[in-house]
């Protein structure tokens, strides 16, 4: 059974960084798209950023542009999320999910229903 796993969240202050990983089990996520999310409560998931499956195409929400970087390792069947000069706006519960490699334009990399195996999520909280 597919498993994603997330881990590297916690709490820090604007202006600095975490690196978020993304574990595969079940499965190889090397023909798979991958991305990273972002909910807060009441408001929809939205997409972050995301990577195709030979990492060759990448994508970002323009708010973290520039800030995050977006990157896999499909020897050691993980993701991962780069996240540089953070804003207390980038406070969010944060998961990652893959696709079956196909249509990879940037509408659909970053729309959470092309999407279908996810993982639980990873807080990630910010302060001023």
């Known amino acids: 059974q597919a498993h994603l796993v997330e881990s590297g969240g916690g709490s820090v202050q604007a202006g600095g960084s975490l690196t978020l990983s993304c574990a595969a089990s079940?499965?190889?996520?090397?023909?798979?798209?991958m991305g990273w999310f972002r909910q807060t409560p009441g408001k929809e998931r939205e997409g972050v950023a995301a990577i195709s499956y030979g990492s060759a195409v990448t994508y970002y929400t323009d708010s973290v542009k520039g800030r995050f970087t977006i990157s896999r390792d499909n020897t050691k069947n993980t993701l991962y999320l780069q996240m540089n000069s953070l804003k207390p706006e980038d406070t969010a519960m944060y998961y990652c999910?893959?696709?079956?490699?196909?249509?990879?334009?940037?509408?659909?990399?970053?729309?959470?229903?092309?999407?279908?195996?996810w993982g639980q999520g990873t807080q990630v909280t910010v302060s001023p």
């Open positions: 079940g499965y190889t996520i090397s023909n798979t798209n």
């Open positions: 999910a893959s696709v079956e490699g196909g249509t990879f334009y940037y509408r659909q990399a970053l729309s959470p229903s092309s999407y279908t195996v």
